[in-house]
T-cell receptor
């Protein structure tokens, strides 16, 4: 079945540091890939997504590239801020060989990011 | 545009009691999902509706969990009887279609503590 593996956390960085959170996946067919973020006290929000190989998703300075050859979708940001402190979830939406989506999201375990001033 | 609404936000019950959660998706969204998020883990799908029909309930513990979406709009998830391991956040999400790149929008969740 489908699965998502995220780098183990938590991750602690100083403001303006470079961020990478690794995400690899196992899936059949042609999955779509997502990063969701959960800020303290808030619900899950979509951060970015990519729907096919080599697509790059970007938002709020975050980027992730859909790498089919390495089955990865690593999240990066060049300069983190204190306000980026949150839990980040990598997720995939599977599909069959014909490209029909199954709808549901399969999530990784989440990575806690803390950014200090 | 109003987001996904859920109630209650918090619930504390004793084991073997029953509890119900309510979700109202974004207007016009045909697909509704219930996820369970145990502390320290990512959300896991419990059940998925397309309009008022069930698409996927393979991960729903049917001996104690039930869900309905009678008119294809709002939905109720029930647990009866609750067990200690049901302590979790129950998230409702909706999307307009099942399409691969379609975004799922999440509600704030209901945090359940079973004592």
């Amino acid at each position: 079945g489908n699965s998502v593996t995220q780098m183990e956390g938590p991750v602690t960085l100083s403001e303006e540091a470079f961020l990478t959170i690794n995400c690899t996946y196992t899936a059949t067919g042609y999955p779509s890939l997502f990063w969701y973020v959960q800020y303290p006290g808030e619900g899950l929000q979509l951060l970015l997504k990519a729907t096919k190989a080599d697509d790059k998703g970007s938002n709020k300075g975050f980027e992730a590239t859909y790498r089919k050859e390495t089955t990865s979708f690593h999240l990066e940001k060049g300069s983190v801020q204190v306000s980026d402190s949150a839990v980040y979830f990598c997720a995939l939406k599977g599909s069959n060989a014909g490209g029909t989506s199954y709808g549901k999201l399969t999530f990784g375990q989440g990575t806690i990011l803390t950014v200090h001033p | 545009e109003a987001g996904v609404a859920q109630s209650p936000r918090y619930k504390i019950i004793e084991k073997r009691q029953s509890v119900a959660f309510w979700c109202n998706p974004i207007s016009g969204h045909a697909t509704l999902y219930w996820y369970q998020q145990i502390l320290g883990q990512g959300p896991k799908l419990l059940i998925q509706f397309q309009n008022n029909g069930v698409v996927d309930d393979s991960q729903l513990p049917k001996d104690r969990f039930s869900a309905e979406r009678l008119k294809g709009v709002d939905s109720t998830l029930k647990i009866q009887p609750a067990k200690l391991e049901d302590s979790a956040v129950y998230l409702c999400a909706s999307s307009s279609t099942l399409a691969g790149g379609e975004t799922q929008y999440f509600g704030p969740g209901t945090r359940l503590l079973v004592l």
